[in-house]
């Protein structure tokens, strides 16, 4: 009994603590829940004229998320606070850049696990400084009965059928991808074409090979055919030359064999010559 109350009270002042800046916001995953889990909430401070993502006044940053909140979860449990605008998840606390929109779903995906924090940007500056009263209320749910959020089993065959690649649909979207670049190539040729020949600003003009046997293009495929015709080359070098003494000895053989072959072409010859003479008797 006392370890449990020693526990209990534990909870109690992991719950009620907060560090300095950071307002304590008690959740639980489901009404079934008996501990609550402690989000840590306070208003994201940013420089002024620095360009993000995150508006000043009106975004809250969040520590110690869950792997099982979702921006949807977050975004529910603070409109209570008022509009939601969006809701970040990240794995670390960044710069707040803005970032390029993901138009692909098939590429560059990216699953962040473990706890995670926060950005929760909301429509007026007043839904920040409302957060701060939730600490008050009780803990909030993150899976109700309107809106469950999935885990085990259901949430591991949810994640399986997202992984499934729909083959058409992958199809259109790298055709589009195709088309779209084949254009902007197209779009940067005429450009050159109708720049060439024109000095710029410091009067000098881009000179590019043009005929009937243009420069070969350094693309990848042929640096490496390149680099791999070196580096046999230098293999050969290296093999025939391994030490400087077998070098030496090779010629010396090969002077030596040049001797002995010339020694006995001069007797094969006096032979032929000996054997054409006059021989009376």
Known sequence: ASCRAKMAAGEERVVGAAPAGYTALAVKFGARQRSPHCLLVKEHQVREGAGTAHPPRRTLFVLNVPPYCSPDSLSRLFTRCGPVQSVEICDKPGPGEKKEKQTSKFFNRKTVTGFQVAYVVFRKPAGVQAVKTLSREGPLLVSTESHP????????????????????????????????????????????????????????????????????????????????REKQKRARKELLNFYAWQHRETKREHIAQLRKKFEEDKQRIALMRAQRKFRPY
């Open 149 to 228: 959020v999935k885990t085990g089993i259901s949430k591991w065959i949810a994640s399986y059928a997202a992984s499934v690649v729909d083959q058409e649909e992958l199809k259109a979207e790298v055709d589009a991808y195709m088309q779209d670049y084949d254009k902007k190539i197209a779009e940067e040729e005429a450009k050159a074409a109708k720049q060439e020949g024109v000095p710029d600003e410091e009067g000098w003009v881009k000179v590019t090979r043009k005929g009937r046997k243009p420069g070969l293009p350094r693309t990848e495929a042929a640096n490496l055919r390149m680099l791999e």
